[in-house]
């Protein structure tokens, strides 16, 4: 069995995977285009987020472990017999984190701060308690079940929104698809962590953000395009929502001439907030590869007809 390795410590993680697996040939590719070249001899393929697959189907390929969580890039360009499994609880830190910090510096208005130190003013500013107040996590996944659990030590409520509308640890109520409006009108931070699919594409516009309490913030940690940007863009400019923190756009990179650059209650960054480490991405694929060899369910398998 050929299993091509794209990844830039490609070598790296070839050599532990050969360790485990002496039978196995392995191909470490650190570019896409050597990923590319080799691609017509793999049977697996572990991608770093962000592979690109060429045009036409590898004519040997069965199972691709792609390290991204979200999996809108491959689902469409994959033929339907090839088992696709994600990065299922790798950013689960990083997510969590990167929400949490960005809730504390809006409710903190570090964003103050930093303008009065360049200006040298010592100047007292209004800040806002997070205790008591409630998170809303629209896309109530794994990463969803992480910030909840951090964000219980805040004393923040949580309440989750989700396709199946299954309970989840450390939320309070989860809503179905037919309790959004419910959902929305009882948050103070709305953070939305749903995948993209032909379901989620444009979920969030002017209906959903006049639905949510006045004053509320939206995060959008997900994929850009599951917010209509133009109607985000109106709604900031009228004050609903109030604030919004951004780490994914319709477009990336954000272009020069998005008025979101521009808007005074808009925090921008640049589709970072995920992460994970080498170490962490190997203790997955390794586990996954004995299942896979073994016949069994692999972790983190993609249902391609729901698209996440
Ligand atoms: P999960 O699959 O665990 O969670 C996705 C959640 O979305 C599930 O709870 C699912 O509901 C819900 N959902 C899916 N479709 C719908 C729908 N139509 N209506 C309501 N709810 C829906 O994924 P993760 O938590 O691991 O990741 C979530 C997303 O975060 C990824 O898909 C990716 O796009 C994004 N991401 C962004 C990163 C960044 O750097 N900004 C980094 C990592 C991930 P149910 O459970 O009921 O099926």
New binding site residues.
């Given amino acids: 069995m050929v299993v091509v390795i794209y990844h830039r410590e490609a070598h790296h993680l070839a050599a532990q995977v050969r360790a485990a697996h002496p039978d196995l040939e392995i191909l470490a590719c650190v570019t896409a285009p050597e990923a590319a070249a080799r691609l017509g001899e793999a049977e697996v393929l572990l991608a770093a987020?962000g592979l690109q697959l060429p045009e036409g189907s590898p004519p040997h390929l069965r199972w691709v472990q792609t390290l991204?969580?979200?999996?809108?890039r491959l689902v469409d360009t994959l033929p339907p017999g090839v088992v696709l499994t994600?990065?299922?609880?790798?950013?689960?830190a990083?997510?969590a984190e990167?929400c949490l910090g960005r809730i504390l510096a809006h409710t903190l208005n570090l964003r103050q701060a930093l303008a009065n130190q360049a200006g040298r003013r010592w100047q007292h500013y209004p800040v806002e308690r997070l205790a008591g107040k409630t998170l809303g996590i629209?896309?109530?996944?794994?990463?969803?079940?992480?910030i909840a659990r951090r964000a219980r030590a805040f004393e923040l409520r949580v309440l989750?929104?989700?396709?199946?509308?299954?309970r989840?640890r450390y939320v309070e109520q989860?809503f179905?698809?037919e309790g959004?409006y419910d959902f929305l009108v009882a948050c103070d931070f709305v953070v939305i962590?749903?995948?993209?699919?032909p379901?989620?594409r444009g979920?969030f516009g002017t209906r959903e953000f006049e639905a949510m309490k006045p004053g509320a913030v939206l995060m959008?940690?997900?994929?850009g395009p599951?917010v209509r940007e133009d109607e985000l863009v109106a709604g900031l400019r009228s004050g609903r929502p109030a604030h919004a923190l951004l780490?994914?756009f319709e477009e990336e990179p954000l272009p020069l001439s998005s008025p979101l650059w521009e808007l005074p209650n808009v925090t921008i960054t640049p589709?970072?907030?995920?992460?994970t480490t080498t170490a962490a991405a190997l203790e997955l694929f390794l586990a996954n590869l004995d299942r896979f060899r073994a016949g069994r369910p692999l972790v983190?398998r993609v249902d391609r007809t729901?698209?996440?």
């Fill in positions: 987020g991204a969580a979200g999996v809108d994600r990065g299922h609880s790798l950013h689960n990083a997510m990167h629209a896309g109530m996944g794994v990463i969803g079940g992480a989750g929104w989700r396709r199946s509308g299954r989840a989860v179905g698809p959004l962590l749903l995948p993209l699919t379901e989620t979920r959008n940690l997900g994929r599951v780490d994914v589709h970072c907030a995920g992460g983190g729901r698209g996440y």
